[in-house]
């Protein structure tokens, strides 16, 4: 895959297939014609703030499935790292593995040293994206509280 800019606010999100960690294969496509979607690109299974991040999306899938949405993770490692990864902190949501960063790329989201960087996207369930938000050097970005609310505006704009 190609690196591309990084969708904004009112893009369709790009289409990536990738490895799950219960080794099915997930494609965003069949993601968002079905559900509003909040995707998550991390650092690493061993960034403290991604995990912080993955844990704060834990405790608002509910509130994100009551939206008619749903969460997904993508994490740049290898499938049998995802796959701890989800275990430790036992996420309910999906989590892909992007060991060579195809899906990183393909949303532009990689620094000048070629490593990952960390974002969070909330689209409608035709792939249009409503809030994109990549973390800066301090890691700031969207807060996963923020996430239903975001899929509640989505569903109510798109019902």
């Known amino acids: 895959m190609e690196e ?9 999100i790009p289409d990536f297939s990738a490895p799950s960690a219960d080794g099915s294969t997930l ?3 069949d993601l968002y014609l079905r559900r ?6 991390t650092h690493g299974p061993d960034c403290a703030a991604c995990r912080e ?3 704060g999306l834990a405790r608002q899938e509910a509130a994100a499935r009551a939206e008619v949405g749903q969460i997904v993770a993508v994490v740049p490692a290898e499938q049998e790292a995802v796959a701890r990864l989800r275990d430790e902190l ?9 060991p060579d960063l195809a ?3 393909r949303y532009g989201l990689t ?18 994206i409503f809030d994109a938000s990549v973390a800066d ?10 996430v239903p609310g975001w899929l509640e505006f989505v569903a109510c704009r798109c019902s």
């Open 90 to 98: 036992d996420l309910g949501f999906s989590v892909v593995a992007d």
């Open 111 to 128: 620094d000048r040293d070629g490593g990952a960087l960390a974002a969070l996207f909330v689209a409608d369930r035709y792939g249009t």
């Open 53 to 55: 991040l993955l844990r």
């Open 4 to 12: 591309t800019a990084t969708p904004a606010r009112g893009d369709r």
């Open 103 to 105: 899906a990183h790329r």
């Open 36 to 41: 509003n979607l909040a995707l998550a690109f």
């Open 27 to 29: 494609r965003t496509r």
């Open 137 to 146: 050097a301090a890691h700031r970005m969207m807060a996963p509280d923020e």
